[in-house]
């Protein structure tokens, strides 16, 4: 299971902290990723993060601006995001790939809405 929490309404350049609360299954062991949806266009993989923490990777998008992290000991994923413009107003999620379906598998997302 996946809850994410932080989302909300922030000016241009602003900033905003995502949270991830992971239950369900040994969480150290996956990589995780955060993904994003704006309306009307496909869902995006914005960042992951390796299970140990020592490797991440972003999106083009979002590189140099948001930071991925994760606490195995409290089971947490975290999305710092920094400068931020308004086409990042989106759905964010958290989620990770099934290894064993290969799909995608995510929480229900918290909304990013970046507006002057």
């Known amino acids: 299971q996946f809850v994410e929490s932080g989302g909300g309404s922030v000016q241009p350049g602003g900033s905003l902290k995502l949270s991830c609360a992971v239950s369900g299954f040994d969480f150290d062991t996956y990589p995780m990723r955060w993904y994003r949806q704006a309306p009307g266009k496909e869902r995006e993989r914005i960042a992951q993060?390796?299970?140990?923490?020592?490797?991440?990777e972003y999106a083009d998008s979002v590189k140099g601006r948001f930071t991925i992290s994760r606490d195995n000991a409290k089971n947490t994923l975290s999305l710092d995001m920094y400068s931020l413009k308004p086409e990042d107003t989106a759905v964010y999620y958290c989620g990770m790939k099934d290894p064993s379906t290969s799909r995608t598998v995510r929480g229900r997302g918290t909304q990013v809405t970046v507006s002057s």
């Open positions: 993060i390796s299970p140990t923490g020592d490797t991440t």
